[in-house]
């Protein structure tokens, strides 16, 4: 696979949210506005990158048997670093998103990548997977946080585009599920017209 | 009565799937069949009240004397992970019975997020004896077990039914699961939140 395609697959093809169905906690909980969700986002690629750029280079020091034990103990290392890193330096960000940065450890894509690709293949090609599925899942998370800041509220990132009162219900835990059921379907539909 | 004011505020008001998004994964992945996803919420029930008992002892008597709150996610989720393990070979060699309808949820329950956000949830509110963590910590998965024998519930009824293509799967349950928090969120202001 060419360098290239590593790095894309991750934003559309092998979208981890809208197309391999992962991590649907945090693309659910924290997108409440497109700015939580690019935060969010930018955090989890954060510690995508630097896993899958550890555990490519530990993997042959690993031993198979205790491998995934190993990579949950880097990944919450790292996922340490961003939680204290985001308190101290970005604290209202840190407050509204709130316990899932830490849940950052149990989220399915990280350790999926790091099992499925870092486990496999040398480090410069880690780190572009780790990049490139971490931005298709920054992408994501922010589109579906643009969606729903803009019915919720009629805002995009904090800027007002349409006054009045939005439809609160999106901004609510219902909102989420809806609009996250009906871009997966609209991602299915689009992929089925191109084949 | 304040136990039981958190009890229906963890199982109704703010319950852990459809008002708080966790464990999100089994709720959508083990929901095909109500027998099924009933196993998988009773071995959740299980699971995380032990869980939090565990990781809230930790975190009053190892932790925070030693000043090392730092280490809480990589310590719980480690404590998580093996505690699942133990959890499972006791079963094992205890009681069959109960291990044959519980195994195979078991190992699903680490990669579980509501097991350690729980756990972690309980340790930052302000106030909380070990008794009220736990208290709110079984409370909680047994909102996870009605919400999830609800949607199964659902689904099962949902397969009888013509659903377009682009919409069969998941974005379909994920809509349901949508109206399903609409209709828990005439509960809210039932109780004061905690």
Same mark, same amino acid.
């Given at each position: 696979?060419?360098?290239?395609?590593?790095?894309?697959?991750?934003?559309?093809?092998?979208?981890?949210?809208?197309?391999?169905?992962?991590?649907?906690?945090?693309?659910?909980?924290?997108?409440?506005?497109?700015?939580?969700?690019?935060?969010?986002?930018?955090?989890?690629?954060?510690?995508?990158?630097?896993?899958? #750029?550890?555990?490519?280079?530990?993997?042959?020091?690993?031993?198979?048997?205790?491998?995934?034990?190993?990579?949950?103990?880097?990944?919450?290392?790292?996922?340490?670093?961003?939680?204290? @890193?985001?308190?101290?330096?970005?604290?209202?960000?840190?407050?509204? #998103?709130?316990?899932?940065?830490? +849940? /950052?450890?149990?989220?399915?894509?990280?350790?999926?990548?790091?099992?499925?690709?870092?486990?496999?293949?040398?480090?410069?090609?880690?780190?572009?997977?780790?990049?490139?599925?971490?931005?298709?899942?920054?992408?994501?998370?922010?589109?579906?946080?643009?969606?729903?800041?803009?019915?919720?509220?009629?805002?995009?990132?904090?800027?007002?585009?349409?006054?009045?009162?939005?439809?609160?219900?999106?901004?609510?835990?219902?909102?989420?599920?809806?609009?996250?059921?009906?871009?997966?379907?609209?991602?299915?539909?689009?992929?089925?017209?191109?084949? | 009565?304040?136990?039981?004011?958190?009890?229906?505020?963890?199982?109704?008001?703010?319950?852990?799937?459809?008002?708080?998004?966790?464990?999100?994964?089994?709720?959508?992945?083990?929901?095909?069949?109500?027998?099924?996803?009933?196993?998988?919420?009773?071995?959740?029930?299980?699971?995380?009240?032990?869980?939090?008992?565990?990781?809230?002892?930790?975190?009053?008597?190892?932790?925070?004397?030693?000043? @090392?709150?730092? +280490?809480?996610? /990589?310590?719980?989720?480690?404590?998580?992970?093996?505690?699942?393990?133990?959890?499972?070979?006791?079963?094992?060699?205890?009681?069959?019975?109960?291990?044959?309808?519980?195994?195979?949820?078991?190992?699903?329950?680490?990669?579980?997020?509501?097991?350690?956000?729980?756990?972690?949830?309980?340790?930052?509110?302000?106030?909380?004896?070990?008794?009220?963590?736990?208290?709110?910590?079984?409370?909680?998965?047994?909102?996870?077990?009605?919400?999830?024998?609800?949607?199964?519930?659902?689904?099962?009824?949902?397969?009888?039914?013509?659903?377009?293509?682009?919409?069969?799967?998941?974005?379909? $349950?994920?809509?349901?699961?949508?109206?399903?928090?609409?209709?828990?969120?005439?509960? $809210?202001?039932?109780?004061?939140?905690?």
């Amino acid at each position: 696979m060419s360098k290239v395609r590593i790095l894309t697959k991750g934003l559309l093809k092998e979208n981890p949210t809208l197309v391999l169905i992962l991590g649907m906690c945090p693309s659910l909980a924290v997108t409440t506005s497109a700015m939580n969700g690019l935060g969010m986002g930018l955090a989890t690629t954060f510690v995508l990158l630097m896993s899958n #750029l550890l555990i490519s280079s530990l993997k042959n020091f690993i031993p198979d048997s205790v491998r995934i034990p190993a990579f949950i103990v880097i990944i919450a290392t790292f996922v340490s670093i961003v939680d204290l @890193l985001m308190q101290s330096y970005l604290p209202a960000l840190s407050d509204s #998103l709130g316990l899932f940065i830490k +849940l /950052i450890v149990v989220n399915c894509i990280v350790l999926g990548r790091a099992e499925a690709f870092a486990s496999k293949n040398s480090v410069f090609d880690s780190m572009l997977d780790g990049l490139g599925m971490g931005l298709g899942f920054t992408l994501s998370l922010t589109l579906i946080g643009i969606i729903r800041e803009l019915l919720g509220s009629g805002a995009i990132f904090g800027h007002t585009l349409i006054s009045g009162d939005g439809i609160l219900i999106f901004v609510l835990a219902p909102g989420a599920f809806i609009v996250l059921g009906f871009l997966i379907a609209l991602v299915r539909y689009l992929q089925r017209k191109k084949n | 009565m304040e136990y039981v004011l958190m009890i229906i505020g963890c199982i109704f008001v703010n319950n852990i799937v459809l008002a708080q998004f966790l464990g999100i994964c089994p709720f959508l992945g083990v929901s095909n069949k109500i027998n099924t996803s009933f196993g998988m919420g009773v071995a959740v029930i299980f699971v995380m009240t032990l869980a939090t008992l565990v990781t809230s002892l930790i975190q009053n008597y190892v932790l925070i004397p030693m000043d @090392l709150t730092f +280490l809480k996610t /990589i310590t719980f989720i480690l404590v998580i992970a093996a505690l699942v393990q133990m959890v499972e070979i006791v079963l094992k060699k205890t009681s069959p019975s109960l291990y044959q309808a519980l195994g195979i949820f078991l190992p699903l329950i680490t990669t579980n997020c509501a097991v350690l956000g729980v756990a972690i949830a309980v340790t930052e509110k302000a106030g909380f004896t070990i008794l009220d963590s736990v208290v709110y910590t079984a409370a909680t998965a047994i909102g996870f077990t009605l919400a999830i024998v609800i949607f199964a519930g659902l689904r099962e009824q949902m397969d009888l039914v013509k659903i377009p293509k682009g919409m069969q799967g998941v974005p379909i $349950s994920l809509i349901t699961a949508g109206i399903l928090a609409m209709a828990f969120m005439g509960f $809210s202001n039932l109780v004061p939140s905690f």
